[in-house]
C-alpha cells in the first residue's frame, strides 16, 4: 500500500522558529508511514483491502488558540490538546474509494502543544503523527487495552525511525 499526504498550516506558524523545516519533516513522516503500513498489527484495519492501494490523508499545523476552538466545538473540551484528527474514512457516510485510493481525513497538531510536551519537538510530532494516523485507520483508545494498543504501536514505529 502507498500513500499521499499533504502538510498545512491553520495559523502563520514558523516552523523554522521550532528549528524544523517541511522538507525534512516530509521526510520522516513518509518513513514513519512505511514503518506504519508495513506492520502486521495493522493488517485488522478495513483500510487493508483488495479495493484499497493508496491512503491519503492531510496534516494541519496550528497554534494552542486554533485546537483549543477546535477542541471546544467538536468535543465539548474548552482547552488545547495536542492532537485531534477528522477521521472521513470511519466516520463519514460520505466517504468514498477513488481510483483504489482512501481519503482517510486529516490530522491537526498544535505546534505549541507539541513543543510544551516533548524534549525533542521532532520525535514529539511524529508520535503525534502516528497517533492520528491510527485513528484515521480505524484504531481507537477508549478502554485500556486500545490505549495500550496505540501507545505501544507508537513508541514502536518511534524506535524504528
Do not use: W
Not at 492531510?58 to 468535543?75: D, L
Request: charged residues 30%; proline residues 2%; aromatic residues 10%.
Amino acid at each position: 500500500m502507498n500513500s499521499v499526504f499533504s502538510i498545512s498550516k491553520l495559523d502563520n506558524i514558523n516552523l523554522r522558529k521550532y528549528k524544523i523545516t517541511q522538507k525534512a519533516l516530509k521526510k520522516d513522516i513518509k518513513k514513519l508511514v512505511d514503518i506504519l503500513l508495513n506492520l502486521p498489527e495493522l493488517k485488522k484495519s478495513r483500510v487493508f483491502c483488495p479495493e484499497i492501494s493508496k491512503v491519503r490523508f492531510e496534516i494541519s499545523f496550528c497554534t494552542n488558540e486554533t485546537i483549543k476552538k477546535i477542541n471546544s466545538k467538536y468535543r465539548s473540551k474548552n482547552k488545547p490538546t495536542d492532537v485531534i484528527t477528522f477521521s472521513l474514512f470511519y466516520d463519514d457516510e460520505n466517504s468514498f474509494i477513488y481510483r483504489k485510493t482512501a481519503d482517510l481525513g486529516q490530522i491537526i497538531i498544535s505546534i505549541e502543544k507539541a513543543y510544551e510536551q516533548g524534549e525533542d519537538l521532532r520525535l514529539e510530532i511524529l508520535t503525534l503523527i502516528a497517533h492520528g494516523i491510527l485513528h484515521l485507520f480505524g484504531f481507537d483508545h477508549l478502554e485500556k487495552k486500545d490505549y495500550d494498543f496505540v501507545v505501544g504501536i507508537q513508541k514502536k514505529v518511534i524506535k524504528e525511525l
